[in-house]
T-cell receptor
Framework: QQQVKQSPQSLIVQKGGISIINCAYE??????FPWYQQFPGKGPALLIA?????SEKKEGRFTISFNKSAKQFSLHIMDSQPGDSATYFC????????????FGAGTQVVVTP | EADIYQTPRYLVIGTGKKITLECSQT?????MYWYQQDPGMELHLIHY???????EKGDLSSESTVSRIRTEHFPLTLESARPSHTSQYLC???????????FGPGTRLTVT
């Protein structure tokens, strides 16, 4: 049973546009929500992460929005660039769970020139 | 860039062979993880370790085994490879109470 549901499965956006990826969870014990970026042939790398005591976190062109009551969080990629073309994974974890992450199914983002 | 290494990067092997996938990190991280991932798909945790001589099975059942004799080394072994084991295997590590996991580049395994 997938504990973190991610959508859409794939996304095509024009250069300069906004990419939006959504994730939903059920387990209210989750208290850490990272986003990972993965390029073909590489391992995932942490992009940005948020904890439920804040509703938004921004790092450069990447923003996480967090809605605790709805149990949803999303990644916004502003001014999307061809170099942002990758697969993005949301994840969640619980404190004292040995750092184990529950990953979403991934979203393949393609930014066209 | 994280210092976590996996070898080999690619492996094609016949059914029934024993294989060991190597994972090493030079960051002194106490927690290490193995994930199985089909290309572009979800990551499934198959094993984790929170320190030397500790190993636990992950959420996805796997016929592989792991060991953690040294902090920096977390190898994964398949005693008898089968075509169903064809996948990408990713190793990751993290330190103390931190949650950021650093991933290696992965091993792409094909069993013929």
């Amino acid at each position: 049973q997938q504990q973190v549901k991610q959508s859409p499965q794939s996304l095509i956006v024009q250069k300069g546009g906004i990419s939006i990826i959504n994730c939903a969870y059920e387990n209210t014990a989750f208290d850490y929500f990272p986003w990972y970026q993965q390029f073909p042939g590489k391992g995932p790398a942490l992009l940005i992460a948020i904890r439920p005591d804040v509703s938004e976190k921004k790092e450069g062109r990447f923003t996480i929005s967090f809605n605790k009551s709805a149990k949803q969080f999303s990644l916004h990629i502003m001014d999307s660039q061809p170099g942002d073309s990758a697969t993005y994974f949301c994840a969640a974890s619980i404190a004292d769970s040995w750092g184990k992450l529950q990953f979403g199914a991934g979203t393949q983002v393609v930014v066209t020139p | 860039e994280a210092d976590i290494y996996q070898t080999p990067r690619y492996l094609v092997i016949g059914t029934g062979k024993k294989i060991t996938l190597e994972c090493s990190q030079t960051m002194g991280h106490d927690k290490m993880y193995w994930y199985q991932q089909d290309p572009g798909m979800e990551l499934h945790l198959i094993h984790y370790s929170y320190g030397v001589n500790s190993t636990e099975k992950g959420d996805l059942s796997s016929e592989s085994t792991v060991s953690r004799i040294r902090t920096e080394h977390f190898p994964l072994t398949l005693e008898s490879a089968r075509p169903s084991h064809t996948s990408q295997y990713l190793c990751a590590s993290t330190r103390g109470p931190g949650r950021e996991q650093y991933f290696g580049p992965g091993t792409r395994l094909t069993v013929t």
